[in-house]
């Protein structure tokens, strides 16, 4: 058989001129200017580092990021077209303890992040030490370089498991995690971390933008991970069935990387400083119905399977967004379909093992 013809166009240009088009205007701001982003090999790092380098050669901004990293192998295998882009450079260090790197930046973005579920109160206690000294020692590298703004990666994590009267959460719904709960250490981590951030930038005199994540899909994302939609995904690469782990009635919603990348630059150039935005889908959609969907998007022949069978006394479990705020202050939306997202992260997986078997 004919081997598939070797192409060099990025599987992504569709998202990133996506992304271009409805961030016009924030880029001039970038111009001449340095950004230096803890978390560059994650999921949020990945694509961070694509549409930045995609603005900077499409405009012409001659502009620069840093990346911080552990591993500079990881990132060079999992993209080595960014990698060996001129525009990007890399500084070796642990969040926690890097040595500050010389010169100005006027940007920082923290997307630096332990996201593996703790098994134990040690586990737990790493997460959470990782999480507010990584951003504590981020904030005073961001003091000392003088930088203009600095974006805080938060998580819809802060809000704790809301109440069952509460469909979509908002900013200002005054839920929390469990403070002695052990599993709480991300959520409770990112809870001080927005508050230290908030702190220091009174302080010195910084803008600081507090972005809060919630559930997203797309290329670069770890399927084999603690989301649901990856493993739904991976489970139809590998020919199905489509697994629930679970009873599937939880509740998520989930929004594509491009549109998540909109979001994100946008309450970089334009959020007010020291105010949340919850950035994610309204979109609701159950773990059940969510694993139909996969399945009918890949076209599988197998029915899915439920793990377990419901509790008709418990509380559904909700994790949901408003995104009102940033719809009315920011003027943003989302722009593609979760049927959409996920035959796009199909189609740019299916393209990387392809280019992958013919190298």
């Known amino acids: 058989m004919k081997a598939p013809k070797k192409t060099n166009d990025n599987p992504l240009k569709t998202d990133l001129d996506h992304i271009l088009t409805q961030t016009k205007g924030l880029w001039q701001d970038l111009r001449g200017k340095r950004i230096f982003m803890t978390g560059g090999t994650g999921f949020f790092g990945c694509w961070f580092v694509e549409s930045f380098v995609w603005a900077n050669k499409k405009l012409k901004l001659n502009a620069s990021m840093l990346v911080l990293t552990r591993d500079i192998n990881t990132f060079r295998k999992k993209v080595p ?125 910084f803008e600081v933008k507090i972005p809060r994540c919630f559930a997203f899909i797309g290329p670069y994302q770890q399927l084999d991970g603690q989301w649901a939609i990856g493993n739904f995904i991976q489970d139809g690469l590998n020919g199905g069935p489509v697994i629930v782990k679970g009873d599937g009635t939880a509740i998520r919603s989930y929004m594509y990387a491009a549109d998540l990348m909109i979001f994100l630059w946008t309450i970089l150039f334009r959020g007010e400083s020291g105010i949340p935005y919850n950035v994610g889908s309204e979109k609701e959609i159950n773990i059940r119905s969510l694993a139909r969907l996969v399945s009918s998007v890949m076209r599988l022949k197998k029915d899915i399977v439920i793990s377990k069978k419901p509790d008709i006394k418990a509380e559904i479990d909700r994790y949901v967004p408003s995104i009102k705020r940033a719809q009315k202050k920011l003027n943003l939306k989302q722009g593609v379909t979760l049927q959409d997202a996920i035959r796009k992260t199909i189609k740019y997986i299916k393209f990387t093992e392809g280019s992958n078997n013919h190298e």
Do not use: M
Request: proline content about 5%; glycine content about 6%.
């Open 81 to 205: 077209h960014l990698a060996n882009n001129p525009c990007i450079r890399f500084h070796i260090g642990d969040v926690r303890s890097f040595d500050f790197p010389k010169g100005k930046f006027d940007f920082i973005i923290h997307a630096a992040a332990s996201l593996k579920p703790p098994n134990d109160a040690k586990e737990a206690l790493d997460v959470f030490d990782i999480t507010v000294e990584g951003t504590r020692r981020v904030l005073d590298f961001t003091r000392k370089c003088k930088a203009e703004k600095f974006l805080l990666i938060s998580s819809g994590a802060v809000y704790g498991r809301p109440s069952k009267q509460i469909t979509h959460i908002r900013e200002d719904d005054r839920t929390a995690p469990c403070s002695v709960d052990w599993r709480s250490a991300y959520a409770e981590g990112k809870r001080v971390a927005e508050l230290l951030a908030v702190l220091k930038a009174r302080q010195y005199g």
